[in-house]
């Protein structure tokens, strides 16, 4: 039900679009949000946005730098990714829920992608 692509090996300083589309999501969730998870550590919040307002959230590791943006009639929302550094280098995961509470916690979320592999390395 959803869908992520666009990862791969980028070097230090360039930039990624991620792509996550959606498609039969039974409680027609509002927040699309994008996590990451490098290996040995916890899934990682990285950006959300809600369908109706289009309001955004950002962690405070990437703001500035990336950018959630979404094309409606497609269903799909973008993580556009700038001034990537090493420390970026995780499996990025879309995932979608109902409701703003607990934006940022990766286990309020109903819906997940099957992620899509990023290495920032020269």
């Known amino acids: 039900q959803l869908q992520a692509s666009g990862g791969g090996l980028v070097q230090p300083a360039g930039s990624l679009r991620l792509s996550c589309v959606a498609s039969?999501?039974?409680?027609?969730?509002?927040?699309m949000g994008w996590f990451r998870q490098a290996p040995g550590t916890e899934r990682e919040f990285v950006a959300a946005?809600?369908?109706?307002?289009?309001?955004?959230w950002y962690s405070d590791s990437v703001k500035g730098r990336f950018s959630i943006s979404r094309d409606n009639g497609k269903n799909t929302v973008f993580l556009q990714m700038n001034s990537l550094a090493p420390d970026d280098t995780a499996v990025y995961y879309c995932?979608?829920?109902?409701?703003?509470?607990?934006?940022?916690?990766?286990?309020?979320?109903?819906?997940w992608g099957q992620g899509t592999e990023v290495t920032v390395s020269s």
């Open positions: 995932a979608a829920k109902r409701t703003v509470i607990g934006i940022m916690s990766a286990s309020t979320y109903d819906y």
């Open positions: 946005s809600r369908w109706s307002d289009f309001h955004t």
């Open positions: 039969g999501c039974t409680s027609s969730p509002d927040i």
